[in-house]
């Protein structure tokens, strides 16, 4: 699976510190945090997208999605813990 195996493309997710479903779909990475209380659009790319879903064509724009993902989570938690 483009130089990564499923237990570490699992364990990247579990580090970005979200609750997400992830599965190859074809051939993209299905990821889904509708589980998730975080509803944004991660990315500009043209790609099967909604606030709760992204489709990434590869390891690398995975990597890409739920680091911004990571990010907005995050933030979510810093204003949850200031208020």
Known sequence: MNGINESELTSMFTLAGIA?????RKRVISINWEA???RTIVTDD???KGEDH???YG???AVEYL????AMAT???TTEETT
């Not at 997400?20 to 190859?24: D, R």
């Not at 680091?67 to 990571?70: A, I, R, Y």
């Open 54 to 56: 992204v489709h990434a």
């Open 67 to 70: 680091t911004t993902l990571n």
């Open 36 to 38: 998730t209380t975080i």
């Open 46 to 48: 043209e790609v099967t």
């Open 75 to 77: 933030a979510v938690a």
């Open 20 to 24: 997400i479903l992830k599965s190859w």
């Open 59 to 61: 390891t690398l724009k």
